[in-house]
């Protein structure tokens, strides 16, 4: 059964960092496709980050290079998603998402393509 776990949540002021952490399990952790979508009540699940496990070819919304960096530890089949400068439009539900067929992990990203998410963590930032 694949389950992803993520922590890290949570209230920071505008210019402030949080890490988000997702824990993969049920399935081989290497040379799939992890990554991060956010979403605003009433808006579509848009893609934030991603990072092919293994070879940790990562990939970035334009939105967010300079500020986001998603990184791994295979050891722990974690993805973390570290986010300094952080925005009030950053603030968002972030949910960790996963396909197990690395292809076309750079995007386009939809949301349909990944079969497997987490249950989601709350980032607010303010002003």
């Known amino acids: 059964q694949v389950q992803l776990v993520e922590s890290g949540g949570g209230s920071v002021q505008a210019g402030g960092s949080l890490r988000l952490s997702c824990t993969a399990s049920?399935?081989?952790?290497?040379?799939?496709?992890m990554g991060w979508f956010r979403q605003a009540p009433g808006k579509e699940r848009e893609g934030v980050a991603t990072i092919v496990t293994g070879s940790g070819s990562a990939y970035y919304a334009d939105s967010v290079k300079g500020r986001l960096t998603i990184s791994q530890d295979s050891a722990k089949n974690t993805v973390y998603l570290q986010m300094n400068s952080l925005k009030p439009e950053d603030t968002d539900m972030y949910y960790c998402a996963a396909k197990l067929i690395y292809q076309n992990c750079g995007g386009p990203w939809y949301s349909s393509d990944f079969g497997y998410w987490g249950q989601g963590t709350q980032v607010t930032v303010s002003s």
């Open positions: 049920g399935y081989r952790y290497s040379s799939r496709c």
